[in-house]
Structure formats: C-alpha cells, structure tokens
C-alpha cells in the first residue's frame, strides 16, 4: 500500500542537495569545519554531482583562506557545472578569491570569463565587480 503523502514534489531532490551544501558553508563560515566536512560528505552519499560538491568544497576552503585549492576547485566548477545561477556564483567566488591573494589581473580575467561564459541576464553581478575593478 502506498502512502498517498508520500510523493516528493519535482525538484524536491535538488533543493535537499542544495540545502545541504548551504549548510555545509554557514557551519564553515562559522568555524565549524569539521561539522561543514561531514555535510559535505553528506552530498557525496547522497549523489551530489561532482560540480555541486567542488563547489561547496571551494567555498569552504576559501572561508579557510586556502585561496590557491579553492581557485582550482573553482576552474573545475565552470567546466563541470551548467546551472547559471550555481555558475555566476561560482565565478563571484573566485574572483574574490583572486583578490583575496591580491592578484587583480587573476580576478578580471575570472570576471570576463564569467561575462563571456554566462547567460547575459546573469552576468549582471559580473560585470558590475569587473567595472568597479576597472575604476
């Protein structure tokens, strides 16, 4: 017998991944990385694509400072991730990654990546960092 409450509505899946891995960086922003590792590990368990997992994994090892891992996990992203919206945060990241090791010329060529790569009605945030870098 089936329970009638027991369907998940569609998307119901993602938006539990997503929570996870929004978890997973509010716990590493608060100091908690060993609690923001095992919900990391969480994603894996549960199939989190590989895009979706270095992106929460460059997340939490930019809030460690780790700015070097955290750009590669970033270039990974852009090519493992389709989402726009997953995309346009990731490129975000690390362009304040870059500046975060004061490598201007790193963040600018991130951000025209980012212009060039995403959708034109999500590079809105992009472009506004690039011309403020550019000033």
């Known amino acids: 017998m ?3 409450n027991c369907r998940r509505p569609s998307g119901y899946r993602e938006q539990v991944l997503k929570a996870i891995g929004g978890l997973a960086i509010a716990l590493a922003n608060d100091g ?3 609690e923001a590792q095992q919900e990391l590990d969480t994603l894996q368990k549960k ?3 590989s895009g ?11 809030l460690q400072k780790n700015y070097d891992q955290a750009l590669a996990l970033y270039t990974k992203v852009f090519n493992e991730v389709e989402d726009p919206q997953l995309l346009s945060h990731a490129y975000l990241s690390a362009a304040n990654a870059a500046l975060n090791q004061d490598d201007m010329e790193k963040a600018v060529r991130i951000l025209k990546q ?3 790569n995403l959708p ?6 992009q472009k506004e960092m690039l011309a403020d870098l550019m000033m």
């Not at 979706?52 to 930019?62: G, H, K, M, N, P």
């Not at 034109?120 to 945030?125: D, K």
């Open 114 to 116: 980012g212009c060039q």
């Open 32 to 34: 908690k990385l060993e």
């Open 52 to 62: 979706d997992r270095d992106l929460v994994a460059a997340e939490i090892l930019s």
């Open 2 to 4: 089936r329970c009638w």
């Open 47 to 49: 199939g989190a694509s």
């Open 120 to 125: 034109e009605g999500q590079a809105v945030l």
